[in-house]
C-alpha cells in the first residue's frame, strides 16, 4: 500500500499506517517546502545554494527514512 500525502501526517499516525501494512509514503511536499524556502533568500554564489539546499533536503529524506523504518530498504 501507498500512502498520499505523507507530509502532513503525525508521527503516530504514520506509525500506524506502517502498521496497518503501509509500505510506501510519499512525502514531496515536505520537500517541495523545503526548496520553496531556501529559493526565496538571496544567494552570493550558487555553490552555496546548491550545497545548502541538497544538505537540507538531504536531512529531511532521512528523517522520513527513519520515521518509517525504511533504512537499508530499497
Same mark, same amino acid.
Given at each position: 500500500? @501507498?500512502?498520499? $500525502? $505523507?507530509? $502532513?501526517?503525525? %508521527?503516530?499516525?504514520?506509525? +500506524?499506517?506502517?502498521?496497518? *501494512?503501509?509500505?510506501?509514503?510519499?512525502?514531496? =511536499?515536505?520537500? &517541495?517546502?523545503?526548496?520553496?524556502? &531556501?529559493? $526565496?533568500? %538571496?544567494?552570493?554564489?550558487?555553490? @552555496?545554494? &546548491?550545497?545548502?539546499? +541538497?544538505?537540507?533536503?538531504? *536531512?529531511?529524506?532521512?528523517? &522520513?527514512?527513519?520515521? =518509517?523504518? @525504511?533504512?537499508?530498504?530499497?
Amino acid at each position: 500500500l @501507498a500512502l498520499h $500525502g $505523507g507530509s $502532513g501526517i503525525h %508521527p503516530r499516525d504514520l506509525e +500506524e499506517a506502517l502498521a496497518l *501494512g503501509v509500505v510506501k509514503v510519499n512525502v514531496g =511536499t515536505a520537500l &517541495y517546502r523545503v526548496l520553496r524556502d &531556501y529559493l $526565496g533568500r %538571496p544567494w552570493d554564489h550558487h555553490r @552555496a545554494f &546548491y550545497r545548502e539546499v +541538497e544538505a537540507a533536503l538531504l *536531512g529531511v529524506a532521512m528523517e &522520513y527514512i527513519r520515521r =518509517t523504518q @525504511a533504512e537499508g530498504k530499497a
